[in-house]
């Protein structure tokens, strides 16, 4: 059995074909949804973050604005900025892009983003509303794999789900939207007892530890769905050449570039899942896209004045 490639890439297009609409009866109406992304100091791979986020709001044509104050900047300095992009009206969206440096207090900066342009959905009123089931602006990679879930007509109701990982980002909405959508949701964690029996009950598997190709094919029942959240960069050539054993092609490109991007899962459950997203070109590029579907949700609520009252849990 080969499993059917659930690709990220062509469910992205297809959100931007409908975000596309969207943004252009916006703009027929005079608004034009804007994000505002905050990149404090040099991180080298957060700077290729935010780069494809803000190509992705100019590909969709929304406005974005790009803030990059120095790796130097105090709390205080940074929520002053962020509290004047709350203030702004042509900011709809506010990100600010993690890690920050260990000088600032993160949860202080992320905490006085505006929830009504908290487009990230790490503030503790929308990450309350997602547990209340009254959600509105939804962490970003959990509302992308529900999105691929669905449109790939994967059945979520009555069905076990695992989720592996309980971070604030991934693991805990992931549970929470998958149990909302009426799964019966397993949280697996570093202490989790015996992970592969508990995986293997399940029919959808979200795999999100950062932890490389570590869910191997004994973790997974014939037939099931595996989502793969983890990105990690590899570059021990040994380790590359047990992952990538039956893939000689993605060896080869290791080899050439030394080092190569693998999932949390193993690339050989392919061989036993029912249904799979490779990582990369999965679930990242969904990411994006629910920025970018968030970034247009809070401008149509900002500017309809029911910025509280949106109530459910697709875009
Ligand atoms: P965190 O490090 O915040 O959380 C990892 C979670 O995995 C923790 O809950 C941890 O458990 C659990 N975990 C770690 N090791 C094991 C193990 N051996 N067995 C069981 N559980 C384990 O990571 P994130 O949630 O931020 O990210 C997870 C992965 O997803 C990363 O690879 C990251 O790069 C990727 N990611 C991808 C995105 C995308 O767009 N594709 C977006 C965001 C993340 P415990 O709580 O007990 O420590």
Redesign the pocket.
């Given at each position: 059995m080969t499993a059917r490639i659930l690709n990220g890439n062509l469910i992205r297009e297809e959100i931007y074909v409908e975000l596309r609409e969207e943004i252009g009866a916006l703009k027929a109406a005079g608004i034009t949804p804007g994000l505002a992304a905050v990149l404090v100091g040099d991180n080298a791979a957060s700077k290729v973050y935010v780069n494809s986020k803000v190509a992705a709001c100019e590909s969709l044509g929304i406005r974005s604005f790009f803030l990059t104050p120095p790796a130097a900047i105090t709390t205080q300095e940074l929520l002053a900025l962020v509290r004047d992009l709350n203030q702004r009206d042509d900011v709809d969206g506010v990100l600010v892009q993690l890690p920050l440096p260990p000088q600032v207090d993160a949860k202080q900066i992320l905490d006085a983003v505006d929830p009504s342009k908290d487009v990230d959905g790490f503030n503790p009123i929308n990450v309350g509303r997602l547990v209340a089931g009254r959600p509105n602006l939804v962490a970003c990679?959990p509302l992308?794999v529900m999105e691929i879930l669905r449109r790939s007509k994967i059945p979520i109701e009555g069905a076990e789900a695992a989720v592996?990982?309980?971070?604030d980002?991934?693991?805990k909405p992931m549970a929470l939207l998958l149990l909302h959508a009426n799964a019966t949701v397993t949280i697996?964690?570093?202490?989790?007892r015996d992970?592969p029996a508990t995986a293997r009950r399940a029919d959808i598997v979200v795999a999100?530890?950062?932890?490389p190709a570590?869910i191997t094919a004994d973790y997974i029942r014939p037939g099931a769905t595996v989502i793969d959240?983890?990105?990690?960069r590899i570059t021990d050539a040994a380790q590359a050449e047990r992952i990538f054993a039956k893939f000689p092609e993605r060896l080869a490109k290791f080899r050439e570039k030394g080092s190569a991007l693998v999932g949390?899962v193993h690339p050989d459950v392919v061989e036993v899942a029912g249904a799979l997203t490779p990582?990369p070109g999965g679930?990242?590029p969904l990411?994006i896209a629910m920025l970018m579907s968030n970034t247009v949700k809070a401008a149509r609520m900002r500017h309809s004045g029911r910025a509280a009252g949106a109530a459910t849990v697709r875009r």
């Open positions: 990679t992308g592996i990982g309980r971070s980002i991934v693991g697996c964690h570093s202490k989790t992970l999100a530890m950062g932890r570590m959240v983890g990105t990690n949390d990582s679930v990242g990411t």
